[in-house]
């Protein structure tokens, strides 16, 4: 049977203005070893796409900065610039289409959006499926990915996923947990801070992403 999953994704819109929070849904492959891969890819592809933007925005010729000195120079230049720069960086409709396009296979589009809410992340925004084995929250305001079994009951290390794996391949899943916990921390995100809480398990102490006890 498939292990299906959602991936909430929470920040803001960019002509609208306002929060707006999306929630996917993955039909398949939704364990952590698959979708962190795609979770991580998306926001790999997404900062691309800002830095991108922001050279064309710039005009030609100049060589596109780094993210994180892009994440700064919007923030303490975006008047300058003429954007809102908390808009811009956390556009939640940029991080779900990639996150649509990186779960894309031959097979067919690996998520959907399902719902959208033109306001902050709330509880409810998460689940609203019986058959879900795992729950993931993407803040791209608090630059975080939050991983869970069930939201009410608080974040979980993704790598307790290793313990229902057949003996022979636990330190293979082991491997490729840790490695996209490696890449999120390497793109300056954190694991399992959620800025709203339901009841998290062991406090909500910031640590980055390639930290997994």
């Not at 636990?170 to 996209?180: C, D, L, P, S, V």
């Not at 709203?196 to 390639?210: D, H, Q, W």
């Amino acid at each position: 049977m498939s292990t299906r999953s959602i991936i909430v994704i929470t920040g803001t819109q960019t002509y609208k203005g306002g929060r707006q929070t999306l929630r996917l849904y993955k039909g398949s492959d939704g364990y952590p070893t698959e979708t962190l891969e795609v979770i991580a890819s998306e926001i790999e592809q997404a900062q691309a796409e800002l830095v991108s933007h922001e050279n064309r925005f710039r005009g030609e010729g100049k060589q596109p900065p780094k993210f994180k000195d892009f994440f700064e120079l919007l923030f303490t230049k975006g008047k300058a610039l003429g954007v809102d720069p908390k808009r811009f960086i956390a556009c939640a409709g940029l991080y779900a289409g990639k996150i649509i396009g990186c779960a894309t296979s031959p097979y067919g589009m690996g998520a959907i959006i399902e719902e959208s809410f033109d306001e902050p992340l709330k509880p409810e925004h998460v689940g609203g499926h019986f058959d879900t084995e795992w729950e993931y929250v993407v803040d791209l305001v608090n630059r975080d990915v939050s991983v869970y079994r069930r939201y009410e009951s608080g974040v979980e290390d993704p790598l307790t996923y290793v313990k229902q794996i057949r003996d022979e391949c636990k330190e293979a899943e082991r491997t490729e947990i840790q490695a996209q916990l490696d890449r999120l921390e390497a793109l300056g995100w954190t694991l399992n801070c959620p800025a709203i809480e339901s009841k998290t398990k062991g406090g909500s102490k910031r640590r980055s992403a390639g930290v997994s006890k």
